[in-house]
């Protein structure tokens, strides 16, 4: 899952070289709807998804497919491959407020420290050295992202519990490409792609949305949503060295100290929240 969600925003970078954001979005989620397609066909696994389930799927696909993907692809048309990844790395703030706000979910002293320094550490980053980020827009695309991302998750896990995995991509990617053709341009040049720009392409539709999607939910059908997103505290440090070597982007003093404070305050967040579970469960009941 972390091998495989590294490369997106490297990819997704490449390919915005020469494809607008609006178009990239279903141009992404609609060429790994149809491979995914023909990989269920291929091994003959029926659709199991019901009723009473499409209205959750259609939310977690424009959630997590439609508006992520678009959010992210606008926000990457100035910002970093590793500092979108450092940015995105807010959502468990994000997720831990929204549990908190449905679901009266609580915290200790140390967890809103936490919060508070993982937000410092954005803030950093935003307002951070101009050549890397700088303050503007695109910054507040990645930010939103993290946020379509923290409700996602928590919207799309029950999924998880009566439809597999890969198929729940397969919804997921035809909901969010179809969600997204009317913001698209329909400007793509293929004549203009480099061998580069298709290579971007391939990796971002098949390795990091089919594959990572897919890892993704089979990891969070087996754990929770908190246990299975820590694995992904390791991929801002692939991100960086993968946009290093691979795109030039050095990243900035102002990146690496604000990403650094912004994934010790989840780490705090996350540790001070899980320590209070045990003692949730003990409380005798009203």
Known sequence: MVLSSAPTYVA????LKVVDPQDLTPLRYLGAAVVL???????????????????RMLVAGVLGYAGFGLLLNLGQTTVPAGTTSLLLNISPVF???????????????????????????VVVITLGDSVAVGF??????????????????????????RVPPLEVVFWGSLI?????LPTARFAVAPAEFTWTVWLALAVLVVVCTVVAYG?????????????????????????LLLGWILLGEVPSIASLLGGAA???????LSRAT???????????AP
């Open 215 to 239: 890892f993704w939910n089979v990891s969070l059908s087996r754990t929770s949503v908190a246990e299975g997103g820590s694995l992904l505290y390791v991929v801002p440090v692939l991100s």
């Open 274 to 284: 899980a320590s209070i579970a045990p003692e949730k469960e003990l409380e005798p």
């Open 176 to 180: 969010g490409g179809v969600a997204t």
């Open 12 to 15: 997704t970078r490449e390919a």
């Open 262 to 268: 912004a994934l010790a305050g989840v780490i705090l």
């Open 95 to 121: 997720a831990f407020v929204l549990g908190h706000l449905m679901l009266r979910e609580r915290t200790s002293s140390l967890g809103y420290w936490g919060m508070l320094l993982a937000v410092a550490g």
């Open 37 to 55: 397609g023909l990989v269920l066909l291929v091994r003959r696994q029926r659709l199991t998804l019901r009723g009473r389930d499409i209205p």
């Open 136 to 161: 503007n827009g695109d910054a507040l695309y990645i930010v939103a992202a993290a946020l379509l991302l923290s409700a996602f998750l928590i919207v799309q896990q029950p999924l998880l519990a």
